[in-house]
């Protein structure tokens, strides 16, 4: 259901819920809301606008959204409001699961790579490294490992649950299936491994003081701007 007001969360507020959930936690999903820019869904505990602005849709992260079939139980899920029109293809003869590569649709399709269509409304840049903020953010206060088994995207989860591109299924979902990654020029990643890399960058970069910690409640999320205005 869409929001009509959403409310925006700070940094501080943010690490404040993590720790209120402690152990109640053992996942985060990560997903796109397959609407536009300005759509903001309560399917989900977090949505991350497009200039990066995240808004919270719960009074707790204990609360149980509707966001991963069989997996909303002990879990966050977190949104790009983006993908209103998104499409893609598997290379031909090849398995979903299996497929490592991919080029977006003005690149033409390659042996091999998936195609994807991000169309009119694709994540932005500042959305992808706020969200690999935010996963930084609630594993530091979750004590949560940055793995594969504790931060997956929808498609990851979809591959696994048999609703993954190419397992047939009609209510098939592909979210952040692949993302361009900034350290590769841009080119298309598992978005998985894209996002869960980027958290640990941002972990890493708190751990080692190059970044502020923002405890307070008007500190924003810091750390991804500064690294895109560093860029």
Not at 42 to 47: Q, S
Not at 184 to 198: A, F, H
Request: aromatic share 8%; hydrophobic share 35%.
């Amino acid at each position: 259901m869409l929001v009509q007001n959403p409310e925006v969360i700070l940094e501080g507020r943010l690490r404040t819920m993590a720790r209120e959930a402690g152990s109640g936690i053992k996942a985060i999903y990560l997903h796109w809301t397959a609407g536009r820019y300005g759509q903001v869904y309560d399917d989900y505990h977090l949505c991350i606008g497009r200039d990066g602005t995240v808004y919270v849709n719960c009074g707790h992260l204990t609360d149980i959204k509707l966001h991963t079939w069989m997996r909303n139980h002990s879990a966050v899920g977190i949104a790009l409001c983006c993908g209103v029109d998104a499409r893609c293809w598997l290379p031909v003869g090849c398995d979903g699961y299996e497929t490592k590569e991919a080029c977006e649709i003005s690149d033409g399709q390659k042996q091999d790579c998936a195609l994807i269509d991000y169309g009119t409304q694709p994540p932005t840049d500042i959305q992808i490294e706020v969200m690999a903020d935010v996963v930084a953010i609630l594993c530091e206060e979750l004590h949560l490992p940055i793995t594969p088994e504790t931060v997956m995207t929808h498609c990851e989860a979809a591959f696994e649950d048999g609703y993954g591109p190419g397992d047939g299924d009609p209510d098939m979902r592909w979210d952040l299936w692949f993302l361009p990654d900034s350290a590769c020029c841009g080119k298309l990643q598992p978005g998985g491994e894209v996002l869960r890399g980027k958290a640990v960058f941002y972990q890493n970069l708190r751990e080692q003081g190059l970044v502020d910690r923002h405890y307070e409640e008007d500190a924003g999320l810091a750390a991804a701007r500064e690294v895109l205005s560093a860029a």
